[in-house]
């Protein structure tokens, strides 16, 4: 079911804001971007924590683009900003509650923030980190994006090349070539010169990456995260109460 977190939300430079909700699980998270004021929507950053589990830690930018990759019908501007975050099914257990929060770099008008949550979903539950690092290795990875810090700047002609190595197999493509394969996705009917796209996997893999450039200094991965038995068996039974629900 759709759930409100916050609405009209105006946060000041370098502030922050933490909306909460109590849910069983969690599937999407949908966040809009208003600041007509200081025409700032992009320069924010998000964090989503299941009780002290944090599964999101990303710069807005960065979560716009690999929303717009796969999902696609995203407004984007210096004054608007909206997109959604696919987790995949994340099932809370031990009274976790969802807190979703939203830090301003620069101050912005109003954030609007809702959620799907206690829907019937698969048991892949995704978790999104952003790095700086020029190397670094991320576990279970199912994929990822690369772009410039600075939001809408052109990385179709970026210098370098990106190695990515796994347990199967390595590779070391051209940072214009990540932009290709993102430009055939479906990202609104447009084609984005801003993001590359590195790798998309149904199988999670640990996979390392180590890249140099003259423009790309993000990469935003997405990775499976492993699910407990207690997990596991809540999703089952919650699906059980639906199917029963809808029988009677």
Same mark, same amino acid.
């Given at each position: 079911?759709?759930?409100?977190?916050?609405? #009209?939300?105006?946060? !000041?430079? !370098?502030?922050?804001?933490?909306?909460?909700? @109590?849910?069983?699980?969690v599937q999407k998270i949908f966040v809009k971007i208003d600041d007509?004021?200081?025409? #700032?929507?992009?320069?924010?950053?998000?964090?989503?924590?299941?009780?002290?589990?944090?599964?999101?830690?990303?710069?807005?930018?960065?979560?716009?683009?690999?929303?717009?990759?796969?999902?696609?019908?995203?407004?984007? !501007?210096?004054?608007?900003?909206?997109?959604?975050?696919?987790?995949? #099914?994340?099932?809370?257990?031990? #009274?976790?509650?969802?807190?979703?929060?939203?830090?301003?770099?620069?101050?912005?008008?109003?954030?609007?923030?809702? @959620?799907?949550?206690?829907?019937?979903?698969?048991?892949?539950?995704?978790?999104?980190?952003e790095y700086t690092d020029t190397t670094f290795t991320q576990s279970?990875?199912? *994929?990822?994006?690369?772009?410039?810090?600075?939001f809408n700047t052109a990385i179709d002609e970026a210098t370098g090349?990106?190695?990515?190595?796994?347990?199967?197999?390595?590779? @070391?493509?051209?940072?214009?070539?990540?932009?290709?394969?993102?430009?055939?996705?479906?990202?609104?009917?447009?084609?984005?010169?801003?993001?590359?796209?590195?790798?998309?996997?149904?199988?999670?893999?640990?996979?390392?990456?180590?890249?140099?450039?003259?423009?790309?200094?993000?990469?935003? @991965?997405?990775?499976?995260?492993?699910?407990?038995?207690?997990?596991?068996?809540?999703?089952?039974?919650? *699906?059980?109460?639906?199917?029963?629900?809808?029988?009677?």
């Amino acid at each position: 079911m759709l759930v409100t977190l916050g609405t #009209n939300q105006a946060i !000041g430079t !370098g502030a922050s804001v933490t909306l909460p909700y @109590a849910c069983t699980s969690v599937q999407k998270i949908f966040v809009k971007i208003d600041d007509s004021t200081g025409s #700032n929507a992009y320069d924010h950053s998000v964090q989503v924590q299941l009780g002290s589990r944090v599964i999101v830690n990303s710069s807005g930018p960065g979560l716009f683009y690999f929303s717009g990759l796969l999902a696609g019908n995203h407004e984007v !501007g210096s004054t608007v900003m909206c997109y959604q975050i696919d987790l995949g #099914n994340h099932e809370l257990l031990h #009274n976790e509650n969802l807190y979703v929060r939203i830090t301003a770099t620069t101050a912005l008008d109003a954030v609007d923030v809702s @959620a799907l949550v206690d829907q019937p979903n698969s048991m892949v539950a995704r978790k999104y980190t952003e790095y700086t690092d020029t190397t670094f290795t991320q576990s279970d990875c199912l *994929s990822a994006i690369c772009y410039d810090a600075s939001f809408n700047t052109a990385i179709d002609e970026a210098t370098g090349v990106c190695e990515i190595r796994d347990s199967v197999s390595s590779s @070391a493509p051209a940072f214009i070539s990540a932009v290709n394969w993102a430009q055939t996705m479906n990202f609104n009917g447009e084609t984005r010169e801003e993001v590359g796209l590195l790798k998309l996997s149904s199988e999670p893999l640990t996979t390392s990456f180590n890249y140099t450039s003259d423009k790309v200094d993000r990469i935003l @991965a997405v990775s499976q995260m492993p699910v407990t038995r207690a997990q596991t068996n809540q999703a089952r039974f919650t *699906s059980k109460q639906r199917q029963s629900a809808i029988g009677r």
